[in-house]
């Protein structure tokens, strides 16, 4: 059965939703699912905006094929080439032999280096900002390379004022019959899918995506349609600046995150003095995770939203506890920056997971280490209350 809904004049989504996949791109887990959304616009000639991956090709065939009513496809714009949008390129290409592939020329490349069918008689190679009328429609090509691969670029149709926005403003989660983003509650039940989706897929590439967000802020938009996730047509300009937020490095939300690992259970005696003391002097929103339990995307998602992190880790085979050393790595590669940390390191026998954290965080932009390392031998006592009182003074400040 088909399951397309028409969103704007001629337009329809198409896309569908996948909840079987556990990890996204084979890393991320997504309990709540994904979503490949894809686009058809009926006019003169029938445009295809991107498509689906290949776990959800029969569905996403179904939907076209009724769309389409017995009508051909022209053109496939695509606005990413990375597979969980390509997945039924050969598909197309044998049922549409005469339809023209749209993109810049690492699209094509792209394509070529997939796919063994022949995608340089199919290509329509565009420029920055070329045009592509379709009858009524109009659709204008941006390059927005690095958001989230070098080929990436967003499609405006004037008519419609609909930005086809690829990665950018997408979500995990599956769609669960309400397609647009005023039809849930984003705010409370989408955002941290959201923040852990941009942060860890494009996280770092700020640069880019603020270079994007302003091309875009010329534009006369009235829809964004992303490629995983709700569509927006109201309160587009909150969710773009959460995402320049998220793109500038900077703080979007008061409150202190407490990171540990702890092998016996003494680390996280010493984090959960820290989060006592914290609270006692006020400091409220005060989030604690065991990173040896929770999967380092949402650790990172969490590091990008709050201005103040205290990493406490044990000390293992002479070096870092290794989940912390992850995650450490992670933020690194996610160029996080502009932070206030503290550490907490503990040992037996030898002492060396403050500084493999201090080394780590010390290679990183603007990571400012608030306090000298408090040192736990085995268990944190009663006697080193100053020293975590220090720390604790560190971070309120
Ligand atoms: Fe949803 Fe970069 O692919």
Known sequence: MQLTKRIAEDTYYVGASDRRLALFENIYPIERGVSYNSYLVIDEKTILLDTVDHSVSRQFMENIEYVLD????????????????????????????????????????FLSQFFRFDVAARAHVVKECDSLCTGKHTFTFVFAPMVHWPEVMVTYDSLTKILYSADAFGTFGALSGNIFADEVDFE???????????????????????????????????????????IWRKDIAWFIEKHRIWASYEVESDGVLIVYCSIYGNTENAANYVAMKLAEKGVRNIHMYDASKTDSSYLLAECFKYGRVV??????????????????????????QNRKVALIECGTWALASGKKM????????GIEVVNDTVSIKSSAKDSQASEFDALVDAIVR
């Open 70 to 109: 017995g009508r051909t496809l022209d053109y496939i714009v695509v606005d990413h080439v990375e597979p969980d949008h390509c997945g039924v390129y050969e598909e197309l290409v044998t049922k549409f032999p005469d339809v023209k592939l749209v993109g810049n020329a690492k699209t094509i490349q």
């Open 188 to 230: 409370h039940e989408w955002l941290d899918d959201a923040r852990r989706y941009y942060t860890n897929i494009v996280g770092k590439y700020g640069v880019q995506v603020l270079a994007a967000l302003k091309k875009a802020s010329g534009l006369d938009i009235a829809m964004i349609c992303p490629l995983h996730g709700p």
């Open 311 to 336: 990493f406490a880790a044990p000390t293992y085979n002479l070096g870092l506890f290794p989940p912390m050393e992850n995650l450490l790595l992670d933020l690194k590669a996610h160029l996080w």
């Open 358 to 365: 201090l080394e780590i965080l010390c290679s990183m932009k």
